[in-house]
């Protein structure tokens, strides 16, 4: 009625990560090297959102001729607050000579016809990418981890990443030197601030605390001077994780304190006790909203490690919302008699005396991590 063209999306049946490509980046991220971004090899659907995209790569998209120092960027998976992050990049973009092509898929049917114009995507999931890149031509830059795009260093590993290969570096480096100029003064000012306080960082896996030091104590400056790790007692079962795979994390951590001057103990599952010292011996502690936190008494910081930006004066905003927030100390003590309750330490929101509901939970946890 509409005459309307028909766009197909094969199933993918269950299209989540599976447990094969799962133990493959945990493999890949222990053998990584210092400095080095991260992108597995691994290449897997999305929860029909990749499915979507290779649709469009193969059923849509038209070739074109190519634009110079043109983009398109993925509109996905960007993380909080993701429209604005993608606004500071365009407009980062334009100060460039660099044109922002599309979003991809959030355009309309020409749009999307015309992507291969682009000399160049930024994408967060690269299996439609790579499609694309096949089909038509079109190489891509993969912003896997952006934690390790973190920062002013990573703001501009990005950009000189995409001038490198748009053949435009010396007008990226021109509007990175005078954005940097413009906020200097100011985040040199707050990471002085940030300095006069001691930091507890509760993590939950060693995998990724290379990359949360690397945010906390280089990019925003905070002294970490406690690192309390509790994780799931099967982690090193259900990811597959030999003892040689886990001992490189542990090395990696390591590299990672020394290259970011950091001089924090470690503590490997600390007794409630433990971490309890641990927690006040610091002004504040950097943790999830986890119940059993409330007992530590201590003023938390919540939400920095996904609040990746793509301009160095949206970072010195973060910034500054890290100081008020120091300012005020929020603690972590609530009144609510939910919070008085003991919460199973892995499998929050389960109660550690509800003991059919959290081996429920555990077999679910076992089951979904062997899916394939």
């Known amino acids: ?127 439609w990418a790579l499609a694309m890149e096949q089909r038509f031509g079109t190489p891509f830059l993969h912003v896997a981890d952006m934690q390790e795009w973190h920062g002013i260093e990573g703001i501009s590993d990005l950009y000189r990443q995409i001038g490198k290969m ?30 006069k306080h001691k930091f507890c960082l509760i993590a939950h896996g060693i995998a990724y605390l290379p990359d949360a030091l690397r945010v906390y104590q280089q990019d925003y400056g905070l002294p970490i001077t406690k690192i309390c790790i509790i994780m799931n007692p099967s982690y090193q079962a259900e990811t597959g994780l030999d003892d040689a795979m886990m001992q490189r994390f542990k090395d990696r951590i390591e590299l990672a304190k020394a290259e970011y001057g950091c001089e924090a103990e470690i503590l490997l599952e600390p007794s409630a006790e433990a971490l309890r010292e641990a927690a006040q011996s610091c002004d504040f502690v950097i943790c999830n ?45 609530s009144s609510l008699l939910l919070s008085k309750l003991a919460y199973d330490p892995v499998f929050y929101p389960m109660r550690e005396a509800d003991k059919d509901s959290k081996a429920s939970r555990e077999l679910y946890s076992r089951v979904w991590r062997q899916r394939k």
């Open 1 to 127: 009625q509409f005459k309307a063209k028909l766009v197909t999306i094969t199933s993918q049946v269950f299209s989540h990560m599976d447990k094969s490509n799962g133990r493959k980046v945990l493999r890949e991220k222990a053998c990584q090297k210092q400095k080095q971004k991260f992108s597995s090899s691994a290449v897997y659907p999305g929860c029909g959102y990749v499915e979507v995209m290779d649709a469009l790569v193969e059923q849509v998209m038209e070739p074109q001729n190519v634009q110079p120092q043109s983009v398109n960027i993925e509109a996905f998976v960007w993380g909080y607050n993701g429209e604005d992050k993608l606004q500071g990049m365009s407009e980062m973009l334009q100060k460039m000579g660099i044109t922002v092509n599309t979003y991809l898929p959030a355009a309309d049917l020409q749009t999307i016809q015309k992507a291969p114009r682009a000399a160049l995507n930024i994408v967060r999931r690269k299996k």
């Open 166 to 195: 748009l053949g435009c570096e010396d007008a990226v480096e021109r509007v990175l030197q005078a954005e940097y100029e413009r906020v200097a003064a100011r985040y040199y000012e707050l990471r002085a601030e940030f300095a």
């Open 289 to 333: 909203g986890h119940p059993r936190y409330a007992s530590l008494d201590v003023p938390v910081l919540y939400n920095l490690f996904d609040r990746s930006v793509w301009n160095y004066q949206g970072f010195v905003d973060i910034m500054e919302e890290v100081w008020q927030m120091l300012q005020r100390p929020q603690r972590t003590g």
